[in-house]
């Protein structure tokens, strides 16, 4: 493990990457402190929801429906005031959209005041997801989403959380428009049954969940510092501007064939475990991943994959443009579509297997696979690359020393994100769980003085 976080830390000195002690990381200790007063107090411990009241939506909100202004009047956009679509709606608070609107296009817009719940209820999305976000200022918006304005006693924080934590009741509610597309009835919606506290119980709440909320927004923004990291790591010891050993030493240029040999075998042992590849999963169990198999019954033509054996999907996704290079690495065999290309390091090479995991993933193939894949012959996404070309391809290596230590550092850096991952996922898992009691009255939140003492009149 030293090794490993002296190669790491060497690496960081050579690749000038960025500063691992980064503002972020020790904010998030201070909101770990923050989280630790407000845990939920012993399991046992629920209360029952006394004092709550039960109502309609349509009694918590004024809804108004939004629009969109004439696409044909140039003097309507590209203004600066922010108009909310669909695609804005991926945080809880809303400021900046991606489409503003002119004084001209404003003044014939549907207008909402800071404070006002913005839910999506028209649109594909809601097939799988209820988008529901809070305005910062005032904003315009489309008629694919409805603007909720809470009423007096209702604090709009706790109404959207509420939403958001009841989701699953709400999308059983969606049906289909024409194409196929989700709709949300606004009749039905107001007449959704929520459950709300006093004010002062709603506020609290709020901001028990806000601690979760800026807890997980760090750890995100971590995710990104560290996935950022990694890549300069991979950008600069992968191309060789950065590297171990003497500054003068030359990579080599083998072609492809001359690492790697290509698998054919088939499966004729019967194996039944149908591998696909995922971009953040890598060969993975089509059982596990689509939680069905979508191969057919009769596996014999497939290939026969061993553990550390590499797979080369044709297909490009996102993040992969020329398709996906993957080694199995989670289970000791399964099988693959006849449509891959397989491989792996040929008997007697130096070469680390590690190392070329990492050259996969950091896309150093793709340009010269787009360079064999015949212009205009996608098929389904399908990229019609020759084996024959794949296997003559050029790669650039250095010594196999040198493969080990960047892997070394690669993987490193590697385990730094996912550790980084987990912490939020898991603070991710406590905010759900959380807000299933607290949005619920199941479990109280402990008023303060000042949450409990009148309010102005």
Known sequence: MNKRHDAFDAARRQAEALETDLPEKRELVQVERQIGSRRTRNPEEKMSPNGWIST???????FISGGTPSKERDDYWEGDFPWVTAKDMKTLWLADTRLRLTPAGRAVAAIVPPGAILVLTRGMTLLKDLPVGISKRELSF?????????????NAEFLALQLLGRKKEILALVDTAGHGTGRLDTEQLKQFQVNYPSQREQRAIAETLSVWSNA???T??????????????????????RGFGPANTRWKQPAFEEVFERIVRKNTVGNQNVLTISGQHGLISQ???FNKS???ENLQGYTYLERGDFAYNKSYSAGYPVGAIKPLLAYE????SSLYICFRIKPGVEADADFFRHYFEAGMLNDAISGIAQEGARNHGLLNVSVKEFFKLKLRVPSIDAQRRIAEVLS????EERCVERQRDKLKEEKLALMADLLTGKRRVRLTESDTAPEAA
């Open 56 to 62: 309609p939506l349509g009694a918590c909100a004024k």
């Open 142 to 154: 489309n008629q694919d989403i409805k603007a909720l304005i809470p009423v007096e006693g209702i």
């Open 216 to 218: 997980i927004e760090k």
């Open 220 to 241: 995100d923004q971590l995710v990104i510092n560290c996935r950022k990291q990694k890549q300069n790591f991979m950008k600069s010891l992968l191309s060789g501007h």
């Open 287 to 289: 059982r596990e991943y």
């Open 294 to 296: 979508v191969a057919s």
């Open 333 to 336: 065999a399964g099988v693959v």
């Open 412 to 415: 490193a850096a590697e385990s």
